[in-house]
């Protein structure tokens, strides 16, 4: 129990890549057991927490793309404006790249193909978190934007406007590529 945790302490101490530091447990003679269980909350809080804190730990670890209750901006002309997420299909917490999710509309063109209220099924086409490709580079756009489409996955618009990512292409939504301005 003794050596794995000067094991650990060890480790921590030669990577504290901006984590706090904890006091020397390596110098301590006698009864060490007293000392870690005695110490082991403080232990814990200053070395596997950012130096930011709680709140910078909490916002690092439910960082997702897109998850319940985010406001998109539709890119075809379906007629809706803006969405609001309900659900992400297939994912445990949240959508990223050419997933789909279920929408509700809550804001519609007069004269579009879907009214505000209804439920729509959308692939995410644009997503302002950044995202790690397969080549090493990264792809980040400024907002989070969506594509309508059906139950099948048809697009329920005929123009895509604005860039999407040929990530696209590996989630099976050809279609949208084809019908988008620019395909980055």
Known sequence: MASSLMKLAGAVRSANNGFKSFPDALGLKGSIGNYVWGRSSAFMTSTCWPA???????????????????????????????????QALKKRRGAQLGDTIIASVKEAHSRGKVKKGD??????VRAAMQRQRCDGSQIKFDDN?????SKQGEPVGTRVFGPVPHELRQHKHVKILTLAEHVV
């Open 52 to 86: 930011g804190g709680l709140d910078q730990l909490l916002s690092q670890q439910t960082r997702t793309f897109v998850q319940m209750r985010t406001s998109l901006k539709v890119v075809d002309n379906s007629g809706a404006k803006r969405v609001m997420c309900i």
């Open 119 to 124: 439920v729509v099924y959308c692939v995410v």
């Open 145 to 149: 934007a969506v594509v309508l489409v």
